[in-house]
């Protein structure tokens, strides 16, 4: 097996230290994972994939990370909340839902009922005498195989702006 010297700076002494022991004292394992990572993420960004770190579960959740591309994105709105369906297509050529509901806002003053009858009815009662309450957002992610198994997870607009992107190449390099 070959050798390689690497150089530290006194500066990095600490970090390769460090490596070293969450690696389970093996420096070269340290390095050839942290290599592996930086070429999968850069050879990555060359095809058109960056990272992508979403937020899953109720309120404050948990974060999620992969290397994926934005295919399009959907926003369902009504009185009390949004909701932000995006879908993007993974390095492994799966597609993945990231569904953002916000929280459930519901009116609890007097006045509530004038807010559902337009901008001209609550015009008046814009005061900070207000009282309000919701219900935690949620987010969810999903993954799937193939673009005909998202038909029943989205609405069908984004489906087909979904399938549409699939008639196109992830890039396309251009001779001008």
Do not use: C
Not at 17 to 37: C, F, K, M, P
């Amino acid at each position: 097996m070959p050798n390689k010297t690497i150089y530290v700076s006194d500066s990095d002494q600490e970090l390769f230290a460090r490596a070293q022991e969450l690696a389970g004292g093996s420096l070269s394992q340290a390095i050839t994972t942290a290599l592996r990572r930086f070429v999968e993420f850069e050879e990555g960004k060359l095809e058109g994939f960056e990272e992508v770190v979403v937020k899953v579960g109720l309120g404050v959740g948990r974060k999620v990370r992969f290397s994926g591309m934005l295919l399009a994105e959907w926003m369902d709105t009504t009185a009390t909340s949004v909701a932000t369906i995006k879908v993007y297509q993974s390095r492994t050529g799966k597609f993945v839902v990231h569904t953002e509901r916000s929280p459930e806002w519901k009116d609890q003053s007097e006045n509530a009922e004038k807010w559902s009858q337009g901008w001209r009815a609550w015009v008046g009662n814009l005061s900070a005498n207000q009282s309000w309450s919701f219900t935690e957002g949620e987010s969810t992610l999903d993954v799937v195989d193939t673009v005909e198994e998202l038909k029943p997870k989205i609405p069908a607009k984004l489906y087909d702006l979904v399938a549409s992107a699939q008639d196109h190449p992830l890039i396309e390099d251009l001779d001008i």
